[in-house]
Every structure is written in structure tokens, then in C-alpha cells.
């Protein structure tokens, strides 16, 4: 059974960045298509951002498009998000879910979800 376990999360200051990492067990994530979520206090979950599971694809939300960026080393059974140039609204809790495709980075397709790690960005 796929689990995933996220990292890297922290305080920065506004326009530093952090890198995040999602690792998988019990199954190989290269099976997956991998996508990054968020939730800040009181606002709904959003996307962040997905790969496909080849890696070749890469959706971004309009919020962090430009900023953000999406990897994966399939061998090490882990997805990266490097989070450059962040904003206090980028602070929430960012998770890493799978599917079998991104799908659009619909939240209802993806499974196995992470606990979460915290990310604040401080003004």
C-alpha cells in the first residue's frame, strides 16, 4: 500500500525559498502521477502543483506558476517542490497525494495523502 511522507517544510522570509520533498513506501512512485496540495488556516485546500508519472508533464496553479517547480527522481521514490520567490500567502500546510494521472489536478482522483508539513513565509 502507497504512502507518502512529506518534508522540508519551515519558516522563511518573504522572497526566500524552501524545497519540499514527498517520499513514497510500500509501492513504487513511479507508478503515480504526484501532485502537491495546499491548505492555509480557514481556506480550502488547493492545488499546487502535479507530475505525471514519467515526470514529463508538469501542471502548475496559476498562484505559483513561475515560482514553483515540480521534480521527481523516480530511483529514490521521491517528488520534489522547490518553492522560490515565496509570499506570506504561501503559507499553509502543503501535501503530496497520488493518482493515476494529474487529471487536472482535481483533488477527488488522488489518494494515499501525506500528513503534511508546514511551510510559513513571513512578510
Known amino acids: 500500500q502507497l504512502q507518502l511522507v512529506e518534508s522540508g517544510g519551515g519558516l522563511v522570509q518573504s522572497g526566500g525559498s524552501l524545497g519540499l520533498s514527498c517520499v513514497a513506501s510500500?509501492?513504487?512512485?513511479?507508478?503515480?502521477?504526484i501532485g502537491w496540495f495546499r491548505q492555509a488556516t480557514g481556506k480550502e485546500r488547493e492545488a499546487v502543483s502535479c507530475s505525471s508519472s514519467s515526470g514529463r508533464t508538469k501542471n502548475y496553479g496559476d498562484s505559483v506558476r513561475g515560482r514553483f517547480s515540480i521534480s521527481r527522481d523516480n530511483a529514490k521514490n521521491t517528488v520534489y517542490l522547490q518553492m522560490n520567490s515565496l509570499k506570506p500567502e504561501d503559507s499553509a500546510i502543503y501535501y503530496c497525494a497520488a493518482a493515476e494521472h494529474c487529471y487536472g489536478m482535481g483533488m477527488s482522483y488522488f489518494h494515499s495523502w501525506g500528513q503534511g508539513t508546514q511551510v510559513a513565509v513571513s512578510s
Open positions: 510500500g509501492a513504487a512512485v513511479g507508478a503515480y502521477a
